[in-house]
């Protein structure tokens, strides 16, 4: 079983930094890819950023040059370090895990931005 826990979000003004968490236990394999995503109200969920067990990452354009996604494979955790926060970022963030035999979600973190 796996479980997804997400830590970090909060409220924090335009222009502010935050970092999220994600640590990741059961059965996650050595080679997976990690990441998150964000959905909006009344939008749908989009991504943010991946990163694989090999360490290399993607980043949505809207986000590319502010946040920085990196993991820590000892401790099995993702983090996304999110710099010059817009309004626009406003949305409940979840972590991701792929692995070959599947696909979890965590339960979600909310982070607002206010203008």
């Known amino acids: 079983q796996v479980q997804l826990v997400e830590s970090g979000g909060g409220l924090v003004q335009a222009g502010g930094s935050l970092r999220l968490s994600c640590a990741a236990s059961g059965s996650i394999g050595s080679i997976n890819v990690m990441g998150w995503y964000r959905q909006a109200p009344g939008k749908q969920r989009d991504l943010v950023a991946t990163?694989?067990?090999?360490?290399?990452?993607n980043y949505a354009d809207s986000v590319k040059g502010r946040f920085t996604i990196s993991r820590d494979n000892a401790k099995n955790t993702v983090y996304l370090q999110m710099n010059s926060l817009k309004p626009e970022d406003t949305a409940v963030y979840y972590c991701?895990?792929?692995?070959?035999?599947?696909?979890?979600w965590g339960q979600g973190t909310q982070v607002t931005v206010s203008s």
């Open positions: 991701n895990l792929d692995v070959i035999w599947g696909n979890y």
């Open positions: 990163i694989t067990s090999g360490g290399s990452t």
